[in-house]
Nanobody
Framework: QVQLVESGGALVQAGGSLRLSCAAS????????MAWYRQAPGKQRELVAR???????DYADSVKGRFTISGDNAKKMVYLEMNSLEPEDTAVYYC???????????????WGQGTQVTVSS
């Protein structure tokens, strides 16, 4: 069984910074990519940032230049450094990972439970 556990969500003032962490554990053969998504009240879940196993990153336009995703393959962790936070960044942030649990298994997506980020104006 694979588990993703996020941490680091908090209440912060606009202009502030937060660092989210996500740890993957369980039976994991390999990780193709890890990502952060977010879902604000009344809105669809959206991709915030993604990092592939080779280190290639991708960001939503709304966070480019403010957020940085990084990963530690050995520790099976992914981080999201968020700077210059805006009230529009308020959402539940979810960790996502594309994982295969043994060599000949297909990759599939796993999700964490989410961590709340609230940015006050």
């Amino acid at each position: 069984q694979v588990q993703l556990v996020e941490s680091g969500g908090a209440l912060v003032q606009a202009g502030g910074s937060l660092r989210l962490s996500c740890a993957a554990s369980g039976i994991i053969s390999s990780i193709n990519a890890m990502a952060w998504y977010r879902q604000a009240p009344g809105k669809q879940r959206e991709l915030v940032a993604r990092i592939a196993s080779g280190g290639i990153t991708d960001y939503a336009d709304s966070v480019k230049g403010r957020f940085t995703i990084s990963g530690d393959n050995a520790k099976k962790m992914v981080y999201l450094e968020m700077n210059s936070l805006e009230p529009e960044d308020t959402a539940v942030y979810y960790c996502n990972a594309d994982i295969k649990i043994f060599t000949y298994a297909p990759f599939r997506f796993y999700w964490g439970q989410g961590t709340q980020v609230t940015v006050s104006s």
